[in-house]
């Protein structure tokens, strides 16, 4: 009899025990769940989609597989493989661009000076337009007549420029790194002022200079931000589509045809659907390939930023 309460009398506390272990899972059930319907299953649709030849007019079970096809024929594509030098051109063209404007600002403005705030929030006005408007703002002011640069270029006595023709994709660059060098600065300004003051203290004790305290020291501790940050927009700069889209059509000829408007195009246009979810695959293979190698790269930093404020505080 006193075993069998005994063993009632444990009941309720391996029930708590099962619930506590349980409930870690069931807490994140739903975060699982709405990943796989927005993320995974969509993703292996599109990855399956690939190995067939797949046009609108049918469902992706009536197509043909064909393997490897897609991405062998996109491969000997010279077109695709154009759209896919444009890409790898203007993406780290605006991110170094970007990244040295952006850190050289965060540097410049990381200072006590009146009106600065007001000044910082100027700097981000341009991430907060949409990239349709900026688009159109940048083709009015390329206009080769009526356009702000052409009528400014004209009032100094110099010959107008052929903004988007022959220099469509320096045009398409400029656009971009007027837009999202600001969401550079912001968080380059961020990492610098989490800086530990006592690193900063200790070279000053020491005598190093403005540029020596940059290159040595803040620019090191920044580096671990700088590269995610640098990988955000990476990632972000091989997905850009509208600014192009209503700057230059992918034109002239396919001078500034990145994959993602090559790859709507191949959908809606041509109605390849196999092959836009072929070069869509490749586009997140070059992706991945980048995260993992800038991951890498920001761990190596991270150790190298840790033994430069281990020497900083032992300094002081």
Same mark, same amino acid.
């Given at each position: 009899?006193?075993?069998?309460?005994?063993?009632?009398?444990?009941?309720?506390?391996?029930?708590?025990?099962? =619930?506590?272990?349980?409930?870690?899972?069931?807490?994140?059930?739903?975060?699982?769940?709405?990943?796989?319907?927005?993320?995974?299953?969509? *993703?292996?649709?599109? =990855?399956?989609?690939?190995?067939?030849?797949?046009?609108?007019?049918?469902?992706?079970?009536?197509?043909?597989?064909?393997?490897?096809?897609?991405?062998?024929? *996109?491969?000997?594509?010279?077109?695709?493989?154009?759209?896919?030098?444009?890409?790898?051109?203007?993406?780290?063209?605006?991110?170094?661009?970007?990244?040295?404007?952006?850190?050289?600002?965060?540097?410049?403005?990381?200072?006590?000076?009146?009106?600065?705030?007001?000044?910082?929030?100027?700097?981000?006005?341009?991430?907060?337009?949409?990239?349709?408007?900026?688009?159109?703002?940048?083709?009015?002011?390329?206009?080769?007549?009526?356009?702000?640069?052409?009528?400014?270029?004209?009032?100094?006595?110099?010959?107008?420029?052929?903004?988007?023709?022959?220099?469509? *994709?320096?045009?398409?660059?400029?656009?971009?790194?007027?837009?999202?060098?600001?969401?550079?600065?912001?968080?380059?300004?961020?990492?610098?002022?989490?800086?530990?003051?006592?690193?900063?203290?200790?070279?000053?004790?020491?005598?190093?200079?403005?540029?020596?305290?940059?290159?040595?020291?803040?620019?090191?501790?920044?580096?671990?931000?700088?590269?995610?940050?640098?990988?955000?927009?990476?990632?972000?700069?091989?997905?850009?589509?509208?600014?192009?889209?209503? *700057?230059?059509?992918?034109?002239?000829?396919?001078?500034?045809?990145?994959?993602?408007?090559?790859?709507?195009?191949?959908?809606?246009?041509?109605?390849?659907?196999?092959?836009?979810?072929?070069?869509?695959?490749?586009?997140?293979?070059?992706?991945?390939?980048?995260?993992?190698?800038?991951?890498?790269?920001?761990?190596?930093?991270?150790?190298?930023?840790?033994?430069?404020?281990?020497?900083?505080?032992?300094?002081?």
């Amino acid at each position: 009899m006193a075993t069998e309460v005994t063993s009632h009398a444990k009941t309720p506390r391996q029930a708590s025990a099962w =619930i506590n272990r349980a409930s870690p899972y069931m807490f994140i059930a739903p975060a699982v769940v709405i990943m796989f319907m927005a993320l995974i299953y969509p *993703l292996g649709y599109m =990855i399956w989609g690939s190995f067939r030849d797949w046009d609108p007019s049918q469902t992706i079970g009536e197509a043909e597989f064909i393997g490897l096809k897609n991405y062998v024929t *996109l491969w000997n594509d010279p077109n695709f493989l154009e759209s896919l030098s444009v890409t790898l051109r203007f993406a780290f063209l605006c991110v170094s661009a970007e990244m040295v404007i952006g850190v050289g600002l965060a540097l410049l403005l990381d200072r006590n000076i009146r009106g600065m705030s007001v000044l910082r929030t100027m700097f981000i006005l341009p991430m907060m337009i949409a990239p349709v408007v900026v688009g159109l703002m940048w083709r009015y002011m390329y206009h080769p007549t009526v356009g702000t640069f052409n009528r400014f270029l004209e009032d100094i006595g110099l010959p107008k420029v052929d903004w988007l023709g022959q220099n469509a *994709l320096t045009s398409v660059i400029i656009a971009d790194i007027w837009q999202w060098t600001p969401f550079i600065f912001i968080l380059a300004l961020a990492a610098l002022q989490s800086l530990p003051r006592s690193a900063l203290e200790a070279a000053k004790i020491d005598g190093a200079t403005a540029w020596q305290q940059i290159w040595h020291i803040k620019i090191p501790l920044m580096m671990p931000v700088l590269i995610v940050t640098a990988l955000l927009r990476l990632i972000d700069a091989f997905k850009v589509l509208e600014v192009i889209l209503v *700057l230059t059509e992918g034109g002239p000829g396919l001078s500034t045809e990145i994959l993602a408007l090559r790859i709507s195009r191949t959908a809606t246009e041509f109605r390849e659907l196999g092959e836009a979810a072929a070069m869509s695959n490749y586009l997140l293979m070059i992706l991945m390939l980048l995260t993992v190698s800038m991951f890498a790269f920001n761990k190596l930093q991270e150790i190298r930023a840790a033994r430069v404020r281990m020497i900083a505080e032992e300094d002081a």
